[in-house]
């Protein structure tokens, strides 16, 4: 048995039927640039409005001089004339869904320029070729044209290395997920970042990712704790910057796990320039970003009309400790939100610097604490009380500040937990 697309050179082809089923099968042959000539009794199928055919039924004559012949039609009449036809003509036959009288089966293909990997199923279940097809699809880097022109550079060299060409090829196939894994309530997990999960040989996972998700990586996936907690690093930036590229020049398929959405405060910038650098391909998978899941499960509305036309999201905490205020000017625009991630250790500093530039110290704010965790609590007040504020609440926790805190702006939901209003 051969696999069409690759045991097959350019042939004289023949696809019977213009149905729904042979539709699928011009499809591959156009995708293929395969040329083929179409007899059918009658055009069943948009697809082949555009299409040059023979509509007439299929006679034995119409079988001379073809080299492959597609039978499409589902006609058992028209599949047994073919089968005896087959001696006298010599030409390879595939008969739709009928896999014991196929000379060969269609693959599920995945072009990557001068690379081709098909996936044949042996005729049994197209459906999991294809599958398996796109599997593979999510796993390949898109573009692999340097790298075939650099193998192919190589292998021209008198003296070449068939180690290097390994692992030359392998650098080339590595890919790295950049993943946000929300709050960590599986719930609000991407269908995307669950989908990567299944492709993963190596996880770097952060401090943030509940167990609960980490539970869903494969037992398959090697499992790499890089957590980053204030005033402890398991892993610098720099250690974790390296190991992405490492795993990923072993030609393994790497994902970097992170609390909520990585393009939000999670060094995402960092670690793309890294992976560009080195010629490594990634692709980034949103998460929800406790900035906004704080507001869902608070019940509070980060813009409302007539009451916040817009929000700003920033974050307390710059590099290592530092400490970062330059945000608070921001709260004397009106009919504006300002919600500040990392704020919970630097309550009473963030209050000083408000009180500094003068803003109304009765301002409503609001800590949203252990979002989506069973101790989950709300901590409504005012930017004058915020040191008060967080000692009534644990980190991680969420500030947001602005006139939808209002008591009367808050509409708490059944998921909305324990609220305190000082």
């Known amino acids: 048995m051969s696999t069409l697309g690759i045991a097959l050179t350019p042939k004289r082809t023949l696809l019977i039927g213009a149905g729904k089923v042979a539709a699928q099968k011009a499809r591959v042959l156009d995708s293929l640039d395969f040329a083929y000539e179409i007899v059918a009794a009658s055009k069943l199928d948009a697809y082949f409005e555009s299409k040059i055919f023979t509509c007439k039924a299929f006679e034995d004559a119409d079988a001379e001089g073809f080299e492959v012949i597609i039978d499409a039609t589902g006609n058992e009449q028209v599949t047994k004339r073919l089968v005896a036809l087959k001696p006298l003509h010599h030409f390879w036959l595939n008969v739709v869904d009928v896999p014991e009288l196929c000379d060969f089966y269609f693959s599920a293909l995945t072009r990557r ?7 044949s199923s042996g005729g049994s279940s197209p459906t999991l070729a294809q599958v398996i097809r796109n599997k593979i699809e999510k796993i390949l880097p898109r573009d692999l044209t340097s790298l075939i022109d650099r193998l192919k550079n190589e292998r021209k060299k008198p003296d070449r ?4 060409l390994k692992e030359i090829a392998k650098a080339g196939v590595g890919k790295v997920f950049l993943i946000g894994c929300g709050t960590g309530y599986v719930g609000n997990l991407t269908l995307d970042a669950l989908n990567a999960f299944e492709l993963l040989d190596v996880a770097l996972v952060d401090a943030l990712v509940s167990q609960e998700i980490r539970a869903l990586i494969p037992l398959t996936c090697k ?3 890089v957590s980053k907690k204030k005033g402890f690093h398991s892993k610098s930036q720099d250690e974790i910057n390296a190991l992405l590229v490492e795993y ?3 030609g393994l398929v790497v994902g970097r796990l992170k609390g909520g959405d990585p393009l939000l405060f999670g060094r995402l910038g960092e670690e ?3 992976l560009a650098q080195h010629g490594i391909s990634f692709e980034v998978i949103n998460g929800i970003t406790s900035a906004l899941r704080s507001c869902t499960v608070s019940g509070i509305v980060p813009t409302i009309r007539d009451i916040s036309k817009g929000v700003t999201i920033v974050s307390a905490h710059l590099r290592e400790t530092l400490f970062n205020d330059d945000w608070v000017g921001i709260l004397k625009q009106p009919l504006h939100t300002v919600i500040v991630l990392m704020a919970h250790s630097f309550a009473k500093k963030i209050e000083d ?3 500094k530039q003068e803003i109304d110290p009765n301002l409503p704010a609001a800590f949203v604490s252990k979002i989506d965790l069973p101790d989950q609590i709300t901590i409504v007040g005012t930017v004058g009380k915020l ?3 967080a000692t009534l609440c644990a980190t991680p926790a969420v500030l947001i500040i602005g006139e939808c805190v209002a008591k009367e702006n808050i509409l708490p939901a059944e998921n909305s937990g324990k609220i305190i209003y000082m």
């Open 113 to 119: 320029g001068d690379i081709q990997v098909a996936v």
């Open 161 to 164: 290395d068939l180690d290097k």
């Open 223 to 225: 499992v790499v704790d």
């Open 248 to 250: 990923a020049k072993q």
């Open 272 to 274: 793309k320039q890294v």
């Open 353 to 355: 610097a408000i009180a």
């Open 387 to 389: 040191d008060k504020m």
